[in-house]
T-cell receptor
């Protein structure tokens, strides 16, 4: 079956540009997560959605980062006025249920963002 | 607060040799522990998870891990490495309390398998 998909897979932006990264979770999955993975590091939590509600955005590094999931399925992570330190792989994950710590999160392939 | 330390950013083993990837965790509450594998240009795939049911956990592709509370460790092992095991491996921790959906990852260990 279809897994989590993300687009674009690669994005190059000039410093100061706005970017939008898309995530298509597994159909029917209630929970959706965004993670940021810098080069040589493990993924770091950014934000969590339960259906269309953004329940936790504690990991977003600045107010330039904004995420939405308006209909409870597809999600978009938007970064305004990109800076070089935003260069990373952005991973999306989804989970079937309202997530507790034990539930498996299914990850997409990620979007590699390079800010020049 | 919780954290994960993976010892060794890069491990090389010969094909057929034992694979041992180390993970130590810190958690103020009973943890759930996970090992994920990441192949180039692919997403993270769950290998196995510990949820307090049994301390020795068997996963996919012949991997297993043992939860040792006294050592705060959750090392990943495989008796005989295969070329297809070459990938990056991440240990992660969550818990059963508030905010438990947040996975905290280690920095990863890149496994190379030498023919």
């Amino acid at each position: 079956g279809a897994g989590v998909s993300q687009s674009p897979r690669y994005k190059v932006a000039k410093r100061g540009q706005d970017v939008a990264l898309r995530c298509d979770p597994i159909s029917g999955h209630v929970s959706l997560f965004w993670y940021q993975q810098a080069l040589g590091q493990g993924p770091e939590f950014l934000t969590y959605f339960q259906n269309e509600a953004q329940l936790d955005k504690s990991g977003l590094p600045s107010d330039r980062f904004f995420a939405e999931r308006p209909e409870g399925s597809v999600s978009t992570l938007k970064i305004q006025r990109t800076q070089q330190e935003d260069s990373a792989v952005y991973l999306c994950a989804s989970s079937l249920k309202v997530t507790s710590g034990v539930d498996e999160q299914f990850f997409g392939p990620g979007t590699r963002l390079t800010v020049l | 607060a919780q954290s994960v330390t993976q010892l060794g950013s890069h491990v090389s083993v010969s094909e057929g040799a034992l694979v041992l990837l180390r993970c130590n965790y810190s958690s103020s509450v009973p943890p759930y522990l996970f090992w994920y594998v990441q192949y180039p240009n692919q997403g993270l795939q769950l290998l196995l998870k510990y949820t307090s049911a049994a301390t020795l956990v068997k996963g996919i592709n012949g991997f297993e891990a043992e939860f040792k509370k006294s050592e705060t460790s959750f090392h990943l092992t495989k008796p005989s490495a295969h070329m297809s095991d070459a990938a990056e491996y991440f240990c992660a921790v969550s818990h059963s309390g508030a905010g438990s959906y947040q996975l905290t990852f280690g920095k990863g260990t890149k496994l190379s398998v030498i023919p």
